[in-house]
């Protein structure tokens, strides 16, 4: 997500979810030139609090969202590019908390039908991060 500063997110494509999910800690709301606002933390490192990154995002939307054990919560949603396989799309992204899940964010089918297809059989299919940075995440 260059536009908001995170250069690596390990993510987990999800096709059963419309909408990405980005695992946003500190999440508060704002108003900037008479706009709501969002001001969040994100943690790109699995299971590690290290690297934060403070993001400010316009507020897009506020939905009503469900989690596949059924539990409904009403979730910010801002809007994002998304760098997925050498391709930059943008996608709504809604801010919620993923630290109990393996991965920091989902992408949805919505950010998917922008050109992209699925190969459920593979794994890391747009490319591993680069050396230096699995070298700096090593040992969290």
């Known amino acids: 997500m260059p536009g908001i500063g995170l250069p690596w997110v390990k ?3 999800d096709t059963g979810a ?3 999910s980005l695992h946003a800690a500190d999440v508060e ?3 900037r030139d008479g706009r ?3 001001r969040f933390t994100v943690h790109p490192w699995q299971d590690s609090d290290a690297d934060p990154q403070t993001v400010e995002c316009p507020v897009h939307d506020r939905r009503r969202v469900r989690s596949s054990s059924g539990h409904v919560t009403r979730r910010l949603v801002v809007r994002v590019d998304l760098t997925l396989a050498g391709r930059t799309v943008p996608a709504e992204v809604t ?3 993923r ?3 393996g991965f920091r964010m989902l992408v949805g ?3 998917l039908r922008q050109g992209y297809v699925v190969d459920p059989s593979r794994s890391y299919a747009g490319g591993r991060p680069p050396k230096e940075i699995r070298r ?3 040992g969290r």
């Open 11 to 13: 993510v987990k494509i």
């Open 18 to 20: 419309r909408t990405s």
């Open 136 to 138: 700096r995440n090593r």
């Open 99 to 101: 630290d109990r899940m």
């Open 95 to 97: 801010l919620s908390k």
């Open 29 to 31: 709301e704002f108003e």
């Open 36 to 38: 709501p606002w969002a």
């Open 109 to 111: 089918r919505e950010a």
